[in-house]
């Protein structure tokens, strides 16, 4: 088992990162972010936590347009915000539903609404409020003279591209994946409930060094599965199933996102020449992957090769997506998206196909774009769909 990275960043980590998002501000006129989903407030400060989990609280980061991040969060995360480079805490006993940091978000804002400045808050596509709207107009109209613009395409632009720090931690947990799906022919066996497989995955990938699995899902059915989505059942594998898991492991708050297909005891026709396909069409999206090629460009030349079979127009709208903090983050590999690749940019490839009588089939690797084109991250599959 390969050595793991350090856990966390340095200062230095989150401090680049904020003068990259200054320097993009001072270009969009911005005085700052007021930022309040995880993955935001992680990405500038380090505060990592499972607490997020819980509704309760809302949490909050401004990135001014100089100097330091600040915290506005409820009181009971002050000591974990501490061991982060952040500074400027700013507590309130939480939850209090009359004022759920309202009054430290207004004494914050108010100098710059009074200017009549700008601020930036995630309004785009993938991204959410995550407080409630009624506090959010409150604060809004507590604040005349603010104007608020979409911050989507800032911080977009600065998450997509991951450090070498960031790459490092996902491409460890994308060998942790590797090396737990190697492990399904010794956990699969026919007669096995589909839900125990699932459990067996989950306890290998801890075995291996995941800090948890919060993601796995998959089907199994007679020549090819159905849905990849819905929960495991009770219902046992039997000779003649194919088999796919799927799962967004997780190291150090950073994922891998890559699936594998299996059959049981036997494999039909029709499911290998699927599997041989989406191989090839793979192969080509990495093939294609470079700098300077676009999410548009990689979606055609994966999907060329799908049309020698997909006869079912099995539309799942993408064939991959970004990958690093979040499970799915931007860009999309899809026909509607003309991101421009570029180095250091850490993606998924997952083509799919529908075939037969309503079955499909999905494949996916992990990979970061590198200046000579994509470098696997997940260990490739196997090239012939492989036989428990």
């Given at each position: 088992?390969?050595?793991?990275?350090e856990?966390?960043?340095?200062?230095?980590?989150?401090?680049?990162?904020?003068?990259?998002?200054?320097?993009?501000?001072?270009?969009?006129?911005?005085?700052?972010?007021?930022?309040m989903?995880?993955?935001?407030?992680r990405?500038?400060?380090?505060?990592?936590?499972?607490?997020?989990q819980?509704?309760?609280?809302?949490?909050?980061?401004f990135v001014?347009?100089s100097?330091?991040?600040i915290?506005?969060?409820?009181e009971?995360?002050?000591?974990l915000?501490?061991?982060?480079?952040?500074q400027?805490?700013?507590?309130?006993s939480a939850?209090?539903?009359?004022?759920?940091?309202?009054?430290?978000?207004?004494?914050?804002?108010?100098?710059?609404?009074?200017?009549?400045e700008?601020?930036g808050?995630?309004?785009?596509?993938?991204t959410?409020l995550?407080?409630?709207l009624?506090?959010?107009?409150?604060?809004?109209d507590g604040?005349?003279?603010?104007?608020v613009?979409?911050?989507t395409?800032?911080?977009?632009s600065?998450?997509?591209?991951?450090s070498?720090?960031?790459?490092q931690?996902i491409?460890h947990?994308?060998?942790?994946?590797s090396?737990?799906?190697?492990?399904?022919p010794?956990l699969a066996?026919q007669?096995?409930?589909l839900e125990?497989l699932?459990?067996?995955?989950?306890?290998e990938a801890?075995?291996q060094?995941a800090d948890?699995?919060?993601y796995l899902?998959?089907?199994?059915?007679?020549?090819?599965?159905r849905?990849v989505i819905?929960?495991?059942?009770?219902?046992?594998?039997?000779?003649?199933?194919?088999?796919?898991?799927?799962?967004?492991?997780a190291?150090?708050?950073y994922y891998?996102d890559?699936?594998?297909n299996?059959?049981?005891g036997?494999?039909?026709?029709l499911?290998?020449?699927?599997?041989?396909?989406?191989?090839?069409?793979?192969q080509?999206?990495?093939?294609a992957?470079r700098?300077?090629?676009?999410?548009?460009?990689?979606y055609?030349?994966?999907q060329?090769v799908?049309?020698?079979?997909?006869?079912?127009g099995?539309d799942v709208?993408?064939?991959?997506?970004?990958?690093g903090?979040?499970?799915?983050?931007?860009?999309?590999?899809?026909?509607f998206?003309?991101?421009?690749?570029?180095?250091?940019?850490v993606?998924?490839?997952?083509?799919?196909l529908g075939?037969?009588?309503?079955?499909i089939?999905?494949?996916?690797?992990?990979i970061?774009?590198r200046?000579?084109?994509a470098?696997?991250l997940?260990?490739?599959?196997?090239l012939?769909?492989?036989?428990i």
């Amino acid at each position: 088992m390969s050595k793991a990275p350090e856990r966390g960043f340095p200062d230095t980590e989150f401090a680049t990162r904020t003068s990259r998002a200054q320097a993009l501000m001072q270009r969009a006129g911005l005085a700052g972010l007021l930022l309040m989903t995880e993955p935001e407030v992680r990405y500038f400060s380090g505060f990592h936590t499972l607490f997020w989990q819980s509704p309760t609280r809302p949490w909050f980061l401004f990135v001014p347009a100089s100097g330091k991040p600040i915290a506005i969060i409820p009181e009971i995360g002050a000591e974990l915000m501490r061991r982060t480079w952040i500074q400027d805490i700013r507590t309130w006993s939480a939850p209090a539903p009359n004022d759920d940091g309202q009054s430290l978000l207004t004494e914050l804002l108010t100098p710059i609404a009074r200017r009549k400045e700008s601020i930036g808050v995630m309004k785009g596509h993938e991204t959410s409020l995550r407080m409630p709207l009624g506090d959010y107009e409150r604060l809004l109209d507590g604040l005349p003279g603010l104007q608020v613009t979409d911050a989507t395409p800032l911080v977009r632009s600065m998450r997509m591209v991951k450090s070498a720090a960031e790459i490092q931690k996902i491409a460890h947990i994308c060998a942790v994946g590797s090396r737990s799906f190697a492990g399904v022919p010794d956990l699969a066996h026919q007669g096995q409930p589909l839900e125990e497989l699932f459990r067996e995955f989950r306890r290998e990938a801890l075995k291996q060094g995941a800090d948890d699995v919060p993601y796995l899902v998959g089907g199994a059915d007679q020549g090819g599965y159905r849905d990849v989505i819905s929960p495991p059942s009770r219902r046992p594998l039997n000779a003649g199933d194919i088999v796919m898991l799927d799962t967004g492991a997780a190291w150090d708050g950073y994922y891998c996102d890559f699936d594998r297909n299996f059959a049981i005891g036997r494999a039909d026709d029709l499911s290998r020449r699927a599997y041989d396909v989406l191989w090839r069409a793979t192969q080509d999206g990495i093939a294609a992957a470079r700098p300077g090629a676009t999410c548009r460009e990689l979606y055609h030349a994966m999907q060329s090769v799908i049309a020698e079979m997909d006869d079912q127009g099995g539309d799942v709208g993408r064939l991959g997506h970004g990958l690093g903090m979040q499970l799915t983050e931007w860009p999309s590999i899809a026909g509607f998206d003309d991101t421009v690749l570029q180095e250091n940019m850490v993606l998924t490839l997952e083509p799919s196909l529908g075939y037969g009588d309503g079955r499909i089939m999905v494949h996916e690797e992990n990979i970061v774009i590198r200046p000579e084109g994509a470098r696997l991250l997940s260990s490739r599959a196997e090239l012939e769909l492989p036989v428990i």
